[in-house]
């Protein structure tokens, strides 16, 4: 099973840049003075960092691939669900009460919620479950970033179910769902009025795209290795997305194809060791920043110094605090609890 250092360095990257494209966003949902700090280098963040989201599909796509198709046994599916729900939910959990918390708080000391505001018993059953992005939903709750995390879930147990298949057929199978879920897009069956007054397929079949488009890279290393055709074919894609409209799909694709290739460049061990621990912060930064605003916000209302908050110190600290709070988050909690669980339920 293949090792992809820079692809834990993209992860790591992708998440830092939603972590800043939400730091601008939030003052905009909560109708304060707009507030994009260092405007002048990370202007491309704030305009763009969302698309960054679809990047950890494709990736994931290609990483699930390279644990799950290089097996000669097939996993169960309770093992399966173990894994998944180990890695993601206990974080998940911790982030949605603490959030819970602290909005409590907000109620009681400022008579409102702030920033995410649809937090009554029902978005909280939405969120317990993970049935956001579904339409279901009547505006942003809780810890709001954690939809897609919901999305990714179904996503990982339809390729769960179509392993047997996918190890046979290969790249035959993945073009035909490719092609599958490109032509429900395409025609916009799932936007029929029928369809759409009852659930919201969209995003699903966006990010099924995304995803598999991850397990066709997996397939073109597996045959080419690391070879300078497709750094050179990486490269070309990710210039044609530009070409005319954007593409996001072809940029996302030549992207993670662009840094699964890198490693075909030597690097040393100590920078492997921290390209890797970068990437275990992603969704530990992914989940917690929502926390950590917060937390920020509520200490500078009650002190009456939100001024504060347009300094570029602030930003900085915000920043610091979180990727601190990630590691401590990784290292004492969902590392551990992620063991725990395995050790204890899987067979």
């Known amino acids: 099973m293949r090792k992809y250092y820079y692809i834990e360095l993209l992860r790591f990257l992708c998440s830092l840049s939603v972590v800043v494209y939400h730091w601008g966003l939030s003052f905009d949902l909560m109708g304060m003075e707009s507030n994009k700090t260092f405007d002048y280098y990370l202007k491309i963040i704030y305009g763009f960092g969302d698309k960054a989201v679809p990047v950890f599909f494709v990736i994931s796509g290609l990483v699930f691939?390279?644990?799950?198709?290089?097996q000669k046994k097939n996993e169960t599916l309770y093992n399966f669900?173990?894994?998944?729900?180990?890695?993601?939910?206990?974080?998940?959990?911790?982030t949605l009460l603490?959030?819970?918390?602290?909005?409590?708080?907000?109620?009681?000391?400022?008579k409102e919620y702030q920033l995410y505001t649809f937090n009554d018993l029902y978005h909280f059953f939405l969120n317990i479950i993970l049935l956001l992005g579904w339409g279901f939903e009547q505006?942003?709750?809780f810890n709001t970033p954690v939809w897609t995390v919901g999305q990714e879930m179904f996503i990982y147990f339809l390729f769960f179910s179509l392993i047997v298949f996918i190890k046979r057929y290969q790249t035959k199978f993945v073009f035909f769902i490719y092609l599958f879920f490109l032509i429900v897009d395409k025609t916009k069956?799932?936007?029929h009025n029928l369809v759409k007054d009852f659930i919201y397929f969209s995003y699903f079949i966006d990010f099924v795209r995304l995803y598999f488009s991850g397990v066709i890279i997996y397939?073109?290393?597996?045959?080419?290795?690391?070879?300078?055709?497709?750094?050179?074919?990486?490269s070309l894609i990710i210039f044609l997305s530009f070409v005319g409209a954007f593409r996001l799909h072809l940029f996302c694709f030549g992207v993670v194809m662009l840094f699964v290739i890198l490693d075909r460049f030597n690097i040393n061990n100590k920078i492997k060791k921290i390209f890797i621990f970068l990437g275990s912060l992603t969704y530990s930064l992914y989940l917690l920043h929502t926390l950590t605003f917060l937390i920020f916000l509520f200490s500078l209302k009650f002190f009456d110094k939100v001024d504060l908050f347009y300094y570029d110190s602030t930003f900085v600290i915000y920043l610091i605090f979180t990727i601190v709070i990630s590691i401590l988050?990784?290292?004492?909690?969902?590392?551990?609890?992620?063991?725990?669980?395995?050790?204890?339920?899987?067979?």
């Open 65 to 70: 691939s390279n644990v799950y198709l290089s």
């Open 81 to 94: 669900s173990i894994k998944r729900f180990a890695r993601l939910y206990p974080l998940h959990l911790f």
């Open 98 to 110: 603490s959030v819970l918390l602290i909005q409590y708080l907000f109620l009681v000391v400022f």
């Open 139 to 141: 505006g942003r709750s």
């Open 189 to 191: 069956i799932t936007e």
């Open 219 to 234: 397939y073109m290393v597996e045959k080419f290795g690391y070879s300078k055709i497709l750094l050179i074919l990486s």
């Open 329 to 347: 988050s990784f290292k004492f909690f969902e590392s551990k609890l992620n063991k725990l669980i395995r050790y204890k339920f899987i067979k």
